[in-house]
């Protein structure tokens, strides 16, 4: 245990030789300059990365792709290997060995003078992180969903309006012209007036049963990767299949709304609203550490009387994907460019002139750079983020508590039930606190 | 003093169940005596599990060995409610078909099990009851196969012999017919232990629902990359018929017969094929696709038994009675004195000296959202075991959260 530790120390301390190695940052935010200066490399984004896993790297390559659009100069996880495996993209990218590294992202947020950064971490960490970075006035592209409770929701919120800066959330599927054209069509009323919505998510997996107690990688710093969630020894799972234990997410359910619950909402009008009464029933694992529903069925009725159901795809007439239903006909869109109808010719109809658009954007990251330049707002803005999870969330809570929930979308809060109000938020582990606003 | 009063109960409750069993249970008959299968082993397991419910009260009936004299065989079957067949052998006398024909046509219920899809392949009438059987010359002068393709069930008249099955494999049986009594709150889809998986079964498929499949993954071996029927629910004229073609018997049941999901689809059928309803509860143990659920002694663990594992709690072991805490909490819905008996019932754990660290951060974890002002002072006074200092905070935080 000793040696593991030592040799974890080294690995933190050698990070942070090669964060001190570099004092001042050499490459000036395009912030600095004023937003819409033509030099380069000002003219770059310059960004940073947290949470440099699977989807951040993925991000990361993401935005290297779109034409020098921006300039990656440092990045912070609490992984030693994927550091230096997000560390060697940028150095490829920049062509120099310049990229900073930290392992704390206090040290990164105190440190870097960015334009913006781009986050991927496991959902437990989102309501803290998200809102240090937003205080930090820096523009966020960051990863669905944005928040492992209403509360940590309300917070990110609440610091994006207060603090006036770019928001996108991960939810690229907007960017995807299929999914746009099936939302604008539902929108406007080419199957009549939307009466049901069908959300179809991912069945959920075997699980791994209990896995013996082991020695954390010497790579990893378990207690910051834990950060504000209970203190558990490790089981050789941190990476990617967090999201098969509640305590850092909700499941598929929860991973998956931020893609096709926020798809349904766009094509319904309901992204500024919430649900009014949810109710439903999880199937959980019987036995092992994965404790996240494999399946879920619930209702969420809405004040203008659209229902919608998510489920599990097993258990939906269209599987995966979200479906409108209106009094006229269905669309169904899911991913693979799959989208159909209950008579194809509405899938030919145009939007006219005089109707509504909604927003058009190709790519998804080339949207948010374009608007942190511009100063509008991206095509996944916070709140509908929020929206989006917070129908999953509810559903969550009415599943978890047997209880039919009522909740308030204006207030934001559940009506007459003092129990299920409780699972609204996770009280963090001590010291760990949501920032205030 | 307790120990006795406990046995006092233990007794009441034995005698209520047992009075269930032998005076107001459905009258079940299941009969055996002739299989492919070791009919020894799956017999008295399907009457354990049919009277564990309370609804049935069974009896096994063993026919004369292969060979011996049929007409020998001659049950009064309009004593029972409910047949159970367990039974691939020799043909029964012409007098005891037509009994059994009279029985069903006229309102009895009756359970295929397994090899019983096997068996009679000449007997028209029987092969209508069960819709689909299996081997015995089975080919497309019985009927189509019938099968799931791309979520749509096809009906394929495909020349061909009928019955087969790969090698044995845990596999998910999947739900399609969701609103059918028998299949109704039971997951999408469910892992079923190492069993047999009954393929390119075919026959008359008249009258039938096939309520739940299972893909046949030829990477398995032996696979038809069809999904199969494994329940099925047959009308034939006033008769209810309940087939699972699972269950394959090895020693002790194995895991085919031990599966949660095979013992309570087969409870639920039997229920269905008697009344035409199930009025049991989807237990909390009933696997999902996160994996295969046994129960060695082919009962479910109750709550009183969950507690009192739950005690000892190390998750090392088994999550499952927490599992079945976290069912009751939600079951308990809308009713407050069950959840502050509940919530009692916890807190006794949670400050009991036997109690395991482990089990007092879950116990903390649920109360903190579920608990009252009644669990406060108890959670406050862990709040100094440096154990379980941070859940007994956290619980604390939140139980007095919105105050």
Redesign the interface.
């Known amino acids: 245990m000793t040696d593991k530790s030592s040799r974890r120390e080294f690995v933190k301390q050698s990070a942070k030789v090669v964060a001190g190695a570099i004092i001042l940052p050499n490459i000036i935010p395009a912030s600095a300059l004023g937003k819409g200066g033509s030099t380069a490399p000002s003219d770059r984004i310059v960004i940073g990365a947290i949470g440099t896993g699977s989807q951040g790297t993925s991000n990361m390559r993401d935005f290297l792709e779109l034409k020098k659009a921006v300039q990656f100069v440092s990045v912070c996880d609490v992984d030693a290997l994927h550091l230096a495996n997000a560390k060697k993209i940028v150095d490829e990218a920049n062509k120099n060995t310049d990229c900073r590294t930290y392992d704390d992202y206090r040290e990164f947020l105190e440190k870097e003078k960015l334009d913006a950064v781009s986050i991927a971490l496991p959902d437990h960490w989102h309501g803290i992180i998200y809102t240090a970075a937003v205080n930090k006035k820096l523009n966020v592209y960051g990863e669905k969903p944005i928040c492992r409770t209403i509360e940590d929701g309300k917070t990110i919120v609440g610091a994006v309006k207060k603090n006036n800066i770019i928001w996108q959330t991960g939810s690229w599927q907007r960017s995807q012209s299929h999914f746009h054209h099936a939302a604008e069509l539902a929108i406007n009323g080419r199957i009549g007036k939307i009466k049901n919505i069908e959300v179809g998510l991912p069945?959920?997996?075997?699980?791994i049963?209990?896995p013996?107690v082991k020695d954390v990688p010497a790579e990893l710093n378990w207690e910051m990767w834990l950060g504000p969630a209970?203190?558990v020894p490790y089981r050789g799972v941190a990476h990617w299949d967090w999201r098969w234990i509640l305590d850092y997410s909700g499941g598929q359910l929860t991973d998956w709304a931020g893609h096709h619950i926020d798809i349904a909402n766009w094509g319904a009008g309901l992204e500024h609203t919430g649900p009014v009464e949810i109710s439903g029933?999880g199937?959980?694992?019987?036995?092992?550490?994965?404790?996240a529903p494999?399946?879920y069925d619930f209702l969420c009725k809405y004040a203008n009387g659209i229902e919608m159901h998510v489920a599990?795809a097993?258990?939906q007439p269209h599987?995966m994907g979200a479906t409108w239903y209106g009094d006229l006909g269905w669309i169904h869109v899911d991913r693979g460019n799959r989208i159909s109808a209950s008579d194809p010719k509405i899938l030919e109809e145009e939007i006219g002139e005089n109707e509504i658009k909604l927003y058009k954007s190709d790519n998804h990251w080339q949207n948010f750079v374009d608007c942190v330049r511009s100063g509008k707002q991206a095509i996944a803005p916070v709140e509908v983020a929020y929206r989006a999870i917070s129908v999953a969330l509810l559903g969550e809570i009415a599943?978890?508590?047997?209880?039919t929930i009522k909740w308030d979308p204006d207030k934001e809060e559940i009506i007459g039930n003092?129990?299920?109000?409780?699972?609204l938020?996770g009280?963090y582990?001590?010291p760990w606190q949501l920032p205030t606003v | 003093m307790k120990k006795q009063y406990l046995l006092l109960i233990i007794a009441g409750l034995l005698t209520f169940f047992s009075a269930c069993n032998t005076e107001s249970g459905y009258k079940t008959l299941i009969i055996t005596g002739q299989n492919n299968h070791d009919w020894k082993t799956s017999s008295p397991i399907l009457k354990q599990i049919l009277d564990e419910t309370g609804l049935f009260s069974s009896e096994v009936m063993i026919t004369p060995d292969k060979g011996g004299d049929m007409t020998a065989f001659n049950p009064d079957f309009s004593k029972y409610k409910l047949v159970v067949l367990d039974y691939n052998g020799d043909s029964w006398s012409d007098k005891t078909n037509a009994a059994f024909l009279d029985f069903v046509k006229n309102g009895g219920g009756v359970v295929i099990y397994h090899a019983a899809d096997n068996s009679f392949p000449g007997w028209k009438e029987y092969n209508e009851m069960i819709g689909l059987g299996g081997w015995g010359d089975r080919n497309e002068k019985d009927g189509p196969y019938v099968y799931y393709k791309n979520?749509q069930l096809v009906v394929d008249t495909a020349a061909g012999p009928g019955g087969t099955h790969g090698k044995r494999r845990e596999f998910i049986v999947?739900?399609r017919i969701?609103d059918h009594p028998v299949m109704k709150?039971l997951?999408?889809?469910w892992?079923h232990g190492t069993d047999e998986l009954y393929s390119l079964l075919r026959g008359p498929a008249k009258n039938m629902q096939v309520l739940a499949t299972a893909f046949a993954d030829s990477a398995a071996g032996g696979g038809t990359m069809r999904d199969e029927p494994m329940l099925m629910a047959i009308t034939y004229e006033k008769g209810r018929i309940f087939h699972t073609a699972m269950g394959h018997a090895d020693e002790g049941g194995g895991p085919a017969m031990q599966c949660a999901g095979f013992i309570v689809t087969l409870q639920r059928g039997a229920e269905w094929a008697v009344t035409g309803n199930v009025t049991q509860e989807v237990p909390?143990?009933f696997?999902?696709?996160?994996?295969v659920?046994l129960r060695p002694d082919f009962k479910e663990v109750t709550l009183a038994e969950a507690l009192s594992k739950l005690g000892g709690y190390d998750?090392?072991?088994?999550?499952?009675y927490l599992?079945c805490l976290?069912?009751n909490?939600?079951?308990?819905?809308?009713d407050p004195g069950k959840l502050l008996d509940l919530e009692k019932q916890m807190v006794t754990l949670l400050t009991g000296k036997e109690t395991t660290a482990e089990a007092k951060?879950l116990l903390l974890?649920e109360l903190?959202?579920?608990g009252t002002d009644y669990s406060v002072s108890a959670v406050k006074g862990l709040v100094s075991d440096p154990e379980i200092k941070?859940?007994a905070?956290?619980a604390l935080?939140?139980?007095q959260?919105?105050k």
Not at chain 1, 203 to 207: A, L, N, V
Not at chain 1, 399 to 403: L, S
């Open positions: 069945d959920g997996g075997k699980g049963g209990t013996p209970l203190k029933k199937v959980y694992p019987l036995d092992g550490i994965f404790n494999v399946e599990n097993a258990r599987g599943m978890t508590t047997g209880e003092p129990r299920a109000s409780k699972l938020s009280p582990r001590q | 979520d999947r739900t969701a709150g997951p999408a889809r892992f909390f143990d696997p999902s696709a996160a994996g659920v998750i090392a072991k088994s999550t499952k599992t976290q069912s909490i939600s079951n308990a819905a809308g951060k974890r903190s959202w579920m941070d859940e905070e956290y935080a939140r139980l959260s919105g």
